[in-house]
């Protein structure tokens, strides 16, 4: 059976997420408390008990959805539930690594609080914003984000979730601008999405500067499982092909809908698994292949639906 591990990224955390999976197998136990030692604080407190607005601060979000999804991973492994391709959302593409071996966990949970730091920091709160635009063509999209970009405001494709979803981002001014244009032309529902920084836009380019020699500071390894790149869909199986596309992640686009078409089509998955959070990314999967099978793992009676064949 050939399975896709798909890795949620930030949104889908909960306070309380995962504490089925974290209270019954010490492997899941054992992975929080890595990520405890390796921040030098409490993340597990966090999870566990919130309280909401703080385990939503993007640097802690970050770090706390990682461990979850981690955790998860690898409890699916020990259970015998092998994959043969992953991918992750933007946050997830981390999980993802974390489970190909190419990165270390304590490497990586380090590294998403710094990258949820920088991100944060590279547009004063207030002052960004995002929407997700339903039901319009990506190409009227990107076509009306050129056009308020080039008037000063700038706004542009964040995340190409799944047909017929794309989110925009960019400064407040900008995003608005969009949403009026993409209304007059024809956009069946805009909605304005509650974050704390624009994501995936021009505006966090100095978010990947700092970034980058972050990613330079860690031991990479060759990835033991293929997996898909959120910037351009590459299937990475090089160590040497990771960083750049790391640090061009923070501020272009997740092309999500690009990434599963490729899985889908190079991979064949019979059966794809959620390794984390919610269900979202299910959701995705089924307005691209709504004939896979599709499984949630986010509690332990999710986990144990699976079959280990």
Same mark, same amino acid.
């Given at each position: 059976?050939?399975?896709? $591990?798909?890795?949620?990224?930030?949104?889908?955390?909960?306070? %309380?997420?995962?504490?089925? #999976?974290? &209270?019954?197998? @010490?492997?899941?136990?054992?992975?929080?408390?890595?990520?405890?030692?390796?921040? %030098?604080?409490?993340?597990?407190?966090?999870?566990?008990?919130?309280?909401?607005?703080?385990?939503?601060?993007?640097?802690?979000?970050? @770090?706390?959805?990682?461990?979850?999804?981690?955790?998860?991973? /690898?409890?699916?492994? +020990?259970?015998? #539930?092998?994959?043969?391709?992953?991918? %992750?959302?933007?946050?997830?593409?981390?999980?993802?690594?974390?489970?190909?071996?190419?990165?270390?966990?304590?490497?990586?949970?380090?590294?998403?609080?710094?990258?949820?730091?920088?991100?944060?920091?590279?547009?004063?709160?207030?002052?960004?914003?995002?929407?997700?635009?339903?039901?319009?063509? +990506?190409?009227?999209?990107?076509?009306?984000?050129?056009?308020?970009?080039?008037?000063?405001?700038?706004?542009?494709?964040?995340?190409?979730?799944?047909?017929?979803?794309?989110?925009? &981002?960019?400064?407040?001014?900008?995003?608005?601008?969009?949403?009026?244009?993409?209304?007059?032309?024809?956009?069946?529902?805009?909605?304005?999405?509650?974050?704390?920084?624009? $994501?995936?836009?021009?505006?966090?380019?100095p978010a990947a500067d700092k970034l980058?020699?972050?990613?330079?500071?860690?031991?990479?390894?060759?990835?033991?499982?293929?997996?898909?790149?959120?910037?351009?869909?590459?299937?990475?199986?090089?160590?040497?092909?990771?960083?750049?596309?790391?640090?061009?992640?923070?501020?272009?686009?997740? /092309?999500?809908?690009?990434?599963?078409?490729?899985?889908?089509?190079?991979?064949?998955?019979?059966?794809?698994?959620?390794?984390? @959070? %919610?269900?979202?990314?299910?959701?995705h999967v089924k307005k691209v292949d709504?004939?896979?099978?599709?499984?949630? &793992? +986010?509690?332990?009676?999710?986990? +144990?639906? #699976?079959? &280990?064949?």
């Open positions: 059976m050939k399975t896709a $591990f798909l890795f949620p990224g930030q949104g889908s955390q909960a306070v %309380g997420m995962g504490e089925s #999976i974290f &209270s019954s197998f @010490p492997t899941a136990k054992r992975t929080r408390e890595e990520a405890d030692e390796a921040l %030098g604080f409490s993340l597990s407190d966090v999870i566990r008990n919130g309280p909401a607005e703080k385990l939503k601060a993007t640097e802690n979000a970050q @770090p706390a959805i990682l461990a979850v999804s981690v955790a998860i991973g /690898r409890v699916l492994i +020990e259970r015998g #539930i092998q994959p043969t391709v992953l991918a %992750g959302h933007s946050l997830g593409e981390y999980s993802a690594l974390v489970s190909a071996g190419a990165l270390g966990f304590a490497d990586a949970v380090r590294l998403v609080r710094l990258r949820g730091r920088f991100m944060q920091e590279a547009v004063p709160l207030g002052q960004g914003a995002m929407s997700a635009i339903l039901g319009t063509e +990506e190409g009227l999209i990107e076509e009306v984000c050129r056009q308020i970009s080039a008037k000063g405001m700038q706004v542009d494709p964040a995340n190409y979730n799944c047909p017929g979803q794309v989110v925009i &981002s960019g400064t407040k001014e900008g995003v608005a601008a969009a949403v009026d244009l993409l209304k007059q032309r024809g956009a069946k529902r805009c909605v304005a999405l509650e974050v704390s920084a624009p $994501f995936h836009c021009s505006l966090l380019k980058r020699p972050e990613l330079e500071k860690v031991e990479w390894n060759d990835p033991r499982i293929p997996y898909i790149a959120n910037v351009d869909c590459a299937v990475v199986r090089s160590k040497g092909e990771i960083i750049h596309r790391l640090a061009e992640q923070v501020w272009r686009p997740v /092309r999500w809908t690009h990434s599963l078409q490729k899985i889908f089509l190079e991979f064949k998955p019979t059966r794809v698994i959620e390794v984390g @959070p %919610g269900q979202v990314v299910l959701g709504d004939t896979v099978e599709r499984f949630p &793992s +986010e509690t332990k009676e999710a986990l +144990e639906k #699976i079959p &280990s064949a």
